[in-house]
């Protein structure tokens, strides 16, 4: 997760066409867990839609997909390798667009297993295929880069590399795709259409998500789910949420340019340090006067710098800080405003301003499921892992690029837990002292495999 870790749009939905699905040998396994009937969007020039907003959690009914995912998520020699594998990706973290070893572990992994796949896209980053290779294709996504923190955990597999820690869990989200690589390889007869495994680079900075779009990744993908570990939920609890889940995130930074003076005789010069006070008095105006007070929004300025002689008006000032929406609208407008008030407020104190809003590298719009999504990952969990292992979460400020990909697709993030507290894993993402209960990895590989394969059950056969 980009940011502190902590933590709209609907797509509009197509023409629906009300299909009944029956399926072969009269037996419909999907009436059975999911209730009765469901709607099949008509396939004209839009991808099939679910229509599950009349499905119940799945009782009873036909268990052998779930037994044998679990099955094969939970062999010994499985969990061993999973676990191994997170492993070796801690020891050695790298950052945004670097990484090159991760990607290697990833695709000597994918080759053991005779899974092709795609490389590279977005500089580092890799797609594998599962299945028919035709359509339906439904993606899941994991991402590769760590942060620049010293690991503060003293344990056998602590990060090798100075200064450098998998402190959000990518380490964790790679080796639990990989791990529903080999449960879906197994499974590849039963799928019916195309999963692609999403490797992506660049999550905590450098916005990999929109690169990996650029360079065709989400190409024919009708549907996309990630998974983000969390210190907030007992290992292995699967949370998510309708709609908005994270925060749109954006930063900005301005320089306000007067003319550098006297202090003792100020009319000669041009006062940067009023033009940036009267800026920062105003941006408070636009979350307590210009918007919705129901649609949480926040604008913080978080640094003011400008001169150091204190007999001198400086040149020029830097004021920056951050600002977070639910809501796309509601994203765009602060920035807009955000811009709007820097620079005229500079003018009326004769000043210029600019403003950067570190487009190419942190601005991220706010991550929102997709209604239908998010049912499928809640009604995939509660009948893996049972209703006690399912909650659903309240938004976040936290920001995920993970939004690039749901602002094009219907998508839902949910997170799993990683919270233990005998193990001591209690710290927030981001924090050296962050921690997983490594149990978490089999069963994130297989609601990883369950939600792929699971998806095309619900679509119509033909
Ligand atoms: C989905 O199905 C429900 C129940 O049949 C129906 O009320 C709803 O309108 C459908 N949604 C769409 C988008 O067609
Ligand atoms: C979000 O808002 C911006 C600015 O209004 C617009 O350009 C963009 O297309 C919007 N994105 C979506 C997914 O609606
Ligand atoms: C925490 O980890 C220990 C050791 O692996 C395990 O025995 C225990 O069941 C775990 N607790 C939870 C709540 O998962
Ligand atoms: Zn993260
Ligand atoms: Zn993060």
Redesign the pocket.
């Known amino acids: 997760m980009a940011r502190e870790l902590a933590s709209v749009?609907v797509l509009v939905l197509p023409f629906l066409l009300l299909v009944w699905r029956t399926g072969a040998g009269g037996l419909d396994v999907d009436k059975l867990l999911f209730g009765e009937e469901y709607d099949v969007s008509a396939p004209s020039s839009l991808p099939p839609r679910l229509n599950l907003s009349r499905s119940s959690p799945p009782t009873g009914g036909d268990d052998e997909w779930k037994e044998e995912i679990l099955r094969l998520a939970r062999r010994p020699e499985a969990v061993e390798w999973v676990k191994e594998l997170r492993r070796r990706i801690h020891e050695h973290p790298e950052l945004a667009y670097e990484e090159v070893q991760t990607g290697r572990l990833i695709m000597e992994e994918l080759d053991a297993m005779g899974v092709e796949y795609r490389f590279p896209l977005a500089m580092t980053g890799i797609v594998a295929t599962i299945g028919t290779g035709e359509p339906p294709i439904v993606a899941l996504r994991a991402d590769m880069d760590a942060l620049p923190i010293q690991e503060a955990v003293e344990w056998k597999h602590k990060s090798k590399i100075p200064g450098k820690m998998h402190a959000c869990g990518h380490d964790a989200h790679v080796a639990m795709l990989v791990g529903a690589a080999k449960i879906l390889k197994a499974r590849e007869h039963h799928l019916k259409g195309t999963v692609k495994l999403l490797f992506q680079p660049a999550e905590e900075a450098g916005i990999g998500a929109k690169r990996m779009i650029e360079d065709g990744a989400l190409r024919g993908v009708e549907a996309i789910f990630a998974v983000h570990v969390s210190h907030e939920h007992p290992t292995s609890v699967i949370g998510s949420k309708a709609g908005p889940l994270l925060a749109g995130c954006g930063f900005f930074k301005a320089v306000i340019k007067g003319r550098q003076g006297p202090a003792d005789n100020p009319r000669h010069s041009v006062d940067p340090i009023l033009a940036a006070s009267a800026a920062v008095i105003s941006l408070q105006n636009i979350v307590s006067r210009e918007s919705n007070p129901l649609d949480s929004q926040v604008v913080s300025v978080a640094a003011v710098n400008g001169g150091s002689n204190l007999d001198l008006v400086p040149e020029s000032a830097i004021l920056g800080g951050t600002f977070r929406a639910f809501s796309?609208?509601s994203?765009?407008?602060l920035r807009q405003r955000i811009e709007e008030i820097i620079v005229m407020q500079s003018s009326v104190y004769k000043c210029s301003a600019s403003v950067d809003f570190f487009e190419n590298e942190r601005f991220y719009?706010p991550t929102v499921n997709d209604d239908i999504m998010y049912k499928h990952v809640k009604n995939v969990a509660v009948s893996l892992l049972g209703p006690k292992n399912y909650k659903d979460v309240p938004p976040m400020m936290g920001a995920e690029d993970f939004s690039f990909y749901s602002?094009?697709v219907p998508a839902a993030f949910y997170y799993i837990g990683v919270r233990n507290e005998s193990l001591g894993s209690i710290h927030t993402g981001h924090s050296p002292y962050f921690m997983i209960d490594e149990d978490v990895l089999p069963v994130g590989a297989a609601v990883h495999a369950a939600i792929a394969e699971r998806y095309f059950f619900l679509l119509e056969q033909g």
Do not use: D, M
Request: glycine residues 0%; charged residues 20%; without cysteine.
């Open positions: 749009l796309n609208a994203f765009h407008k719009p602002e094009i």
